[in-house]
Nanobody, 126 residues
Framework: VQLQASGGGSVQSGGSLKLSCAGS????????LAWFRRAPGIEREFVAA???????????AYVDSVRGRFTISRDNAKNTLYLQMNSLKPEDTAVYYC?????????????????WGQGTQVTVSS
């Protein structure tokens, strides 16, 4: 399974960005998928997850700091995961990584995820 993240960039506080993660080589629709981020000097942090809960059914989870501002979604026909980020804050500045969990045991723990994208930089200026 290969994951390719894109969509990062530089925006001002209050702006929006939409990240994409294109997957290949696996059964994307049955995986748990997630976004993590790593800011300078900080350990990698869970951001949001889309958990498989049955055929065509997914449950979303978010870290408290982004709930209500970020939305995770997926398009299984395109093997693509998204993260819509609104009302961005300087503290959202980080490299964002997408991840896939084929065993469907993971939600917010990075060690549960088997496959990782290369990361895309998001910079929010005040």
């Amino acid at each position: 399974v290969q994951l390719q993240a894109s969509g990062g960039g530089s925006v001002q506080s209050g702006g929006s960005l939409k990240l994409s993660c294109a997957g290949s080589g696996g059964t994307f629709s049955t995986y748990n998928l997630a976004w993590f981020r790593r800011a300078p000097g900080i350990e990698r942090e869970f951001v949001a997850a889309s958990q498989w809960s049955g055929v065509g059914i997914y449950m979303n989870a978010y870290v408290d700091s982004v709930r209500g501002r970020f939305t995770i979604s997926r398009d299984n026909a395109k093997n693509t995961l998204y993260l819509q980020m609104n009302s961005l804050k300087p503290e959202d500045t980080a490299v964002y990584y997408c991840a896939a969990d084929a065993d469907r045991t993971g939600r917010d723990r990075d060690y549960d995820y088997d496959y990782w994208g290369q990361g895309t930089q998001v910079t929010v200026s005040s």
